[in-house]
């Protein structure tokens, strides 16, 4: 017994060290440069609490979290209700339903900087496309991502978001469905249920585990998204009312060089997503069934 | 017992060859000197002690953040040639990626021995202790009245921690075709912003008279170097005070500056607006396409952007106005700035030191000159210059106007995070989502307070 335990630690010791160098070591590290000021050339120089003060008494903090906030409560809902939609769709005995599926999954493939230039010139005010619509409906154009109200902005970029996200999240709900077992909907159909109501009572319980899982891997995503507000938003011209937590964690570590307030804000994100999760699970046990 | 030590052995050796994937050799082309075919003219002048140091080999690292686009491998090659002790390895990648790596490797210690980044970022690694400072170099070996003055563009006090890679200053470029067919004499140096104004109202024409203005007279831009930054100082107005310690930006004449700088939008109409720019390339994009008649031009951005999209653009430049009262011209000017690690061992910091009297040379200066990105700093190769057949043909609109009126973009260890805080307000301003008085004054607070911050700790 002994001598098989060795040999399994061996085997697994390679990824056990690279966890603690590349996983343990660094979160560990974090927390404690969150405790000092460190340029990345001197030794770090112990502050106490200062850097969490300096965060929590930081009114640009506050206005981040609440546009992650923002950002969550628009692209969660949305991207897993039209993924539902469309797995559901797709899952029907269509045409061409492998192109529908490829075209679905496509943005989830597409470079951010790419997909950006391609938001850009919907969101154009002078020369965008969606303003150019509105006009040709007799309708005023609008700012969008660049407009000076911040829940213009953050929306407009949480519908990119979802744009960019629905293909995964539709490709793991439209597995969940293929494995809903076709007995179960036969019974149902035998028994006078519609389409609706097979959707609505069968698979989507069945389902909801699955739905569980995209909605809190979906909750991570938005309240640590970057690359689409890096695209978007020119970071060396960013207004306070557009600001989001990563990109303060950006600018502090890799603009300014401080290293102890970019940990900080890095940490203060985990503990709110970790409560949010915490949240999520409690709640888990009302709508979630499990088949045993 | 000895297949245990074994099998430890062979855990640290997975181990190792998983970790060294991550090593610092990625990335980097080490290249002896092999070439010879490079003119080794610099053997003749080398004095006694460059002889000397000739028999210790040393290899150097050479950071060069966007390769061989940025600086050109001519230069490398031909120091390659004249110093052969000196083992180059090249640690390049593209501009963003390196300045963003560089900041780990000053972390570890493993920085390469010499490389070059914004001046701003220079200052910073001055204040935090990474730069050597050159101030004992310079005074040793060059003689200052060789140099343009912004060879000290990254002194601060007694110390300089690093000399340009080269300038980037900016000018007033002009459509010619579009003066002629206005029948609107070309600027001249003795302009000030006034005329600029004056002649814009003439220049700007709706062509097929639709009731939108097809070409405008200035292409404002929104940016700091060819933006705000050159109009807050339009009507003797200032960002920083002359310590870079305090803000300045609300006083009366930089608010008659940027007022102004508006206007050109807003009540001029001479201009078109921050996202029309935007959407349709930027500055450079609209004069290039004949949408423009003036600009403030950065010197890059003639051979990058004009000479190669637009080869048949009928262009010139002038040297930026004078302020609106006539008296005085600021030209604003960026430089990248080579610095040497401070961590480097002492061979190396004289290697390193070596590279950068070979780059300032008035030879290899030429080079950097011929490369049309950069202005060189040494006045023999500003000279030379102002020779250069390509476009713009008046160069001394930018070697005459940095020498005699170039300032930095005032220029501190916090730079980036000021102007981070006051750009996104400028845009606002530039926008009408803000007015001048009340945009100026946030800014002044909001400047004040990091510089504080830094300056106070």
């Not at chain 1, 206005?63 to 769709?89: D, G």
């Not at chain 2, 949408?291 to 637009?310: D, E, I, W």
């Not at chain 2, 009262?325 to 610095?339: A, I, K, Y």
Request: aromatic letters at 12%.
């Amino acid at each position: 017994m002994r001598k098989s335990n060795f040999w399994g630690l061996l085997f697994v010791s390679p990824f056990i060290i690279g966890i603690i160098v590349f996983f343990v070591f660094p979160v560990l590290f974090s927390g404690y440069i969150s405790f000092t000021k460190w340029d990345m050339f001197n030794p770090p120089k112990f502050v106490g609490l200062k850097n969490w003060i300096d965060s929590v008494t930081n009114p640009v903090f506050w206005i981040s979290f609440r546009n992650v906030f923002y950002f969550a409560l628009i692209f969660v809902p949305l991207q897993t209700i039209f993924a539902l939609i469309i797995a559901h769709m797709l899952n029907h005995k269509i045409r061409l339903k492998g192109f529908f599926r490829a075209c679905y999954f496509l943005p989830n493939i597409t470079p951010w900087v790419a997909g950006a230039i391609v938001w850009k010139f919907l969101y154009g005010y002078d020369f965008g496309l969606i303003n150019h619509i509105l006009r040709l409906l007799g309708l005023n154009g609008s700012y969008w991502y660049d407009s000076e109200k911040w829940w213009v902005a953050i929306g407009s970029l949480a519908l990119m978001n979802v744009w960019k996200g629905m293909g995964q999240t539709m490709v793991i709900l439209l597995a969940a469905m293929q494995n809903v077992p076709t007995e179960i909907v036969e019974a149902a159909k035998a028994e006078g249920a519609g389409r609706t109501t097979i959707f609505r009572k069968i698979t989507v319980p069945m389902i909801s585990p699955m739905v569980f899982l995209t909605m809190i891997l979906s909750t991570i995503s938005a309240f640590t998204a970057f690359d689409v507000f890096l695209t978007m938003f020119d970071v060396y011209s960013l207004p306070d009312r557009n600001s989001v937590v990563n990109l303060m964690v950006y600018r502090e570590a890799f603009m300014y060089g401080k290293m102890g307030p970019a940990s900080t804000l890095a940490w203060m994100l985990f503990i709110i997503i970790l409560i949010i999760t915490v949240i999520q699970r409690k709640f888990e046990k009302r709508w979630v069934h499990y088949e045993n | 017992m000895k297949r245990r030590l074994i099998s430890v052995l062979l855990i640290m050796v997975m181990a190792m060859s998983l970790l060294s994937g991550c090593g610092p050799s990625s990335g980097k082309e080490e290249t002896k000197t092999t070439d010879q075919s490079v003119s080794g003219t610099k053997e003749e002048n080398k004095t006694e002690e460059e002889k000397k140091e000739e028999s210790k080999p040393v290899t150097l690292t050479i950071g060069l953040p966007g390769g061989y686009d940025v600086t050109s491998k001519e230069i490398i090659d031909g120091f390659r040639a004249a110093y052969p002790h000196i083992t180059l390895v090249i640690d390049e990648a593209p501009w963003g990626d390196f300045t963003k790596k560089i900041t780990t490797q000053i972390a570890g210690g493993n920085a390469p021995d010499i490389w070059f980044q914004e001046n701003a970022a220079v200052l910073g690694y001055g204040d935090m202790g990474a730069a050597e400072d050159l101030m004992p170099y310079i005074k040793r070996d060059l003689k200052l009245e060789e140099y343009a003055s912004n060879l000290f563009s990254a002194q601060e006090g007694e110390k300089v921690w690093g000399v340009p890679h080269g300038g980037n200053p900016i000018a007033l470029a002009y459509n010619k075709d579009i003066f002629d067919a206005a029948n609107v004499p070309y600027p001249t140096d003795d302009w000030t912003y006034e005329d600029m104004i004056e002649a814009a109202k003439l220049l700007t024409k709706d062509t097929n008279g639709d009731g939108t203005t097809d070409v405008y007279g200035l292409l404002t831009a929104g940016g700091i170097t060819d933006g705000w930054f050159p109009w807050i100082n339009s009507a003797g107005g200032q960002a920083l005070d002359e310590t870079k310690r305090n803000a300045v930006f609300n006083d009366e004449k930089s608010l008659k500056g940027i007022t102004e700088w508006v206007n050109t939008i807003h009540t001029y109409k001479i201009s078109p607006s921050r996202s029309t720019n935007n959407e349709l390339g930027g500055t450079a994009q609209m004069f290039g396409n004949g949408m423009g008649a003036m600009m403030f031009l950065q010197y890059s951005l003639g051979s990058a952007v004009l000479n190669t999209n637009f080869p048949d653009l009928n262009y010139d430049t002038a040297k930026i106005p004078l302020t609106f009262d006539g008296s005085e011209r600021v030209v604003p000017n960026v430089s990248n700035t080579w610095l040497i690690f401070s961590k480097a061992k002492e061979d190396n910091k004289e290697a390193a030191w070596t590279f950068l009297k070979y780059y300032l040379s008035a030879d290899v200066q030429k080079l950097v000159a011929e490369s049309g990105s950069t202005i060189p700093v040494n006045k023999e190769a500003l000279a030379y210059v102002d020779t250069l057949q390509s476009k713009p043909l008046n160069k001394k609109a930018y070697t005459e106007g940095v020498d005699v009126a170039g300032v930095t973009l005032d220029e501190n260890k916090c730079w980036n995070e000021w102007r981070t805080a006051a750009q996104p307000i400028f845009n606002d301003i530039m926008d009408g989502k803000t007015d001048p008085q009340t945009g100026l004054n946030q800014i002044k607070t909001d400047v004040q307070k990091i510089l504080d911050e830094n300056f106070n700790e």
